[in-house]
Each structure stands twice: as C-alpha cells, then as structure tokens.
T-cell receptor, first 118, second 115 residues
Framework: NAGVTQTPKFQVLKTGQSMTLQCAQD?????MYWYRQDPGMGLRLIYYSASEGTTDKGEVPNGYNVSRLNKREFSLRLESAAPSQTSVYFC?????????????????FGPGTRLTVL | AQSVAQPEDQVNVAEGNPLTVKCTYSVSGNPYLFWYVQYPNRGLQFLLK??????LVKGSYGFEAEFNKSQTSFHLKKPSALVSDSALYFC?????????????FGRGTSLIVHP
C-alpha cells in the first residue's frame, strides 16, 4: 500500500515551458487535492476534486489546470511556467463521500514535487 | 471566509519540557480541526483531529490537543518533548463554507527541541 505517490520528485523548467505533475493514490479515496507550499505561506489550495469526474478551483488556480483521470489519478498541468510558480507541490487525498457529507476526514499527502522555474 | 492563525513562526523548547503549539481559527458554523506534522523534505502526516465530544483529543506520538470553543483555539500539546519532535506543524480547519468543507491550513509553526 503506497498511499499517495507523486512524480517527478524534482523538476527544473525554463519560463514558458509546460509540464504535468502526476499524482496517484491507492486508498480508494474519493477526494483529491493539489496544494503549493511556499515559505511563510503555509499550504494553499490550487484545485481539488471532490469525486471522480469533478474538479473545482481552490485559492490560487491561475496558471494551472487539472485532470481527474480516474478515481486513482489527479494530475496538475502548468501550460506556460512562470518563476512565480517555483514552489513545492503536494497532492493529497481524503476518504470523503462529498466534501459536505464527511468533512471530518483527514487528508493523506504525497511526498511532494520540488519545482523550480528559471 | 474561514481562517486559521498560528501566531508563532517558531517555538523553542528543551527536551523533556512540555510543549505547546498554538492555533486559533475563525469560521462560520461548527469546525472540524486537525493537526499535521511535516518532517524535512516529506509530505504532511496527520497527527490528530477534533470532530465532536471530548474537548481533549489524543493523537500519534504522544501529542494531544484541546478544543476551546469560547476562545476558538485548538492548541497542540505534549507533556515531554523529544528532539525527534522537531518539525513543522500545521493546524487546519474544515467548516461549512458555501456548502463545502474545503480544508484551510495555517502558515505552520517550526518546533525546535533542543537536547
């Protein structure tokens, strides 16, 4: 049982390049999330998916797109990377059956992707 | 809008002494409160949560937290700190907001336990 896995672990991009961050979970969780972590800013939600087939914007969605490929996988795409997107990106999942029905569930986090945009 | 405040960027404590990491929140409705720990170059790990009932909740690694509704606080505590407790700690809240319960995290508190 690997939990939440993320690839790649590290990535360096040039401004304007695109890339996709991959996330998968093997816990049969319904909800998945993408966060970015910046020093002094804590975790900020980029996008989330409450269930397979749905995605919604979080606090800082600009410059990102997501795809909930199936129940296991939730990818984050940067279409045209900018230096302001230099950050550590975390994927998380939770055993929610709708975010309003079971809001008491904790999240499980992946190990993170450290992205640098030059 | 809901928010979480962790008023201390860093907490220093000697090994063997009790530790407290502070968290206050602002929400509409009843909150669900969580503490997570992050070790260097790792993802966040769940420590404990408050859902309802007893205001004192116990979690992993000997940590506990006290929910205080009147002070809107959920401080993390441990009776005797270990050097291995040194890490970044995050408080989070889930509360009704527009029909959803999106988690909101505090900025984190770095706990340093000195030998």
């Amino acid at each position: 049982n690997a939990g939440v896995t993320q690839t790649p672990k590290f990535q360096v991009l040039k401004t304007g390049q695109s890339m996709t961050l991959q996330c998968a979970q093997d816990m049969n969780h319904n909800s998945m999330y993408w966060y970015r972590q910046d020093p002094g800013m804590g975790l900020r939600l980029i996008y989330y998916s409450a269930s397979e087939g749905t995605t919604d914007k979080g606090e800082v969605p600009n410059g990102y797109n997501v795809s909930r490929l199936n129940k296991r996988e939730f990818s984050l795409r940067l279409e045209s990377a900018a230096p302001s997107q230099t950050s550590v990106y975390f994927c998380a999942s939770s055993e929610d059956v709708g975010l309003a029905e079971t809001p008491y569930n904790e999240q499980f986090f992946g190990p993170g992707t450290r992205l640098t945009v030059l | 809008a809901q928010s979480v405040a962790q008023p201390e960027d860093q907490v220093n404590v000697a090994e063997g002494n009790p530790l407290t990491v502070k968290c206050t929140y602002s929400v509409s409705g009843n909150p669900y409160l969580f503490w997570y720990v992050q070790y260097p170059n790792r993802g966040l790990q769940f420590l404990l949560k408050y859902i309802t009932g007893d205001n004192l909740v116990k979690g992993s690694y000997g940590f506990e937290a006290e929910f205080n509704k009147s002070q809107t606080s959920f401080h993390l505590k441990k009776p005797s700190a270990l050097v291995s407790d040194s890490a970044l700690y995050f408080c989070a809240v889930r509360a009704p907001s527009g029909g959803s319960y999106i988690p909101t995290f505090g900025r984190g508190t770095s706990l340093i336990v000195h030998p």
